[in-house]
Nanobody, 122 residues
Framework: QVQLVESGGGLVQAGGSLRLSCVAS????????MGWFRQAPGKEREFVAR???????DYANSVRGRFTISRDNAKNTVYLQMNSLKPEDTAVYYC????????????????WGQGTQVTVSS
């Protein structure tokens, strides 16, 4: 069993930056693929980024080049650095843990955090 707790959300102006953190409890954090998803009001939850090995980061087209996912296995933590934020990035951001090789679909992930709100003003 894995419990995930996100933090770092908030209100920021367009062009600004935020860093989200997600701390995992439980064993074998390094064996999980960690993902970030987001859900805007009235929309489906969508993939943002995923990471297993440090060299295999994967991003949605909408955030590639602006967001960076990273992890610190010693701290059981995954991060999402978000730069050049846009109003369309406004959403609740969720951290998720899945098996090695988990891809971009919500159903690929077994554990979810409670979410953290990110609001980008224009």
């Amino acid at each position: 069993q894995v419990q995930l707790v996100e933090s770092g959300g908030g209100l920021v102006q367009a062009g600004g930056s935020l860093r989200l953190s997600c701390v995992a409890s439980g064993r074998s954090f390094s064996s999980y693929t960690m993902g970030w998803f987001r859900q805007a009001p009235g929309k489906e939850r969508e993939f943002v980024a995923r990471l297993f090995w440090s060299s295999d980061a994967d991003y949605a087209n909408s955030v590639r080049g602006r967001f960076t996912i990273s992890r610190d296995n010693a701290k059981n933590t995954v991060y999402l650095q978000m730069n050049s934020l846009k109003p369309e990035d406004t959403a609740v951001y969720y951290c998720a843990a899945g098996p090695a090789g988990a891809w971009r679909r919500v159903y690929n992930y077994d554990y979810w955090g409670q979410g953290t709100q990110v609001t980008v003003s224009s």
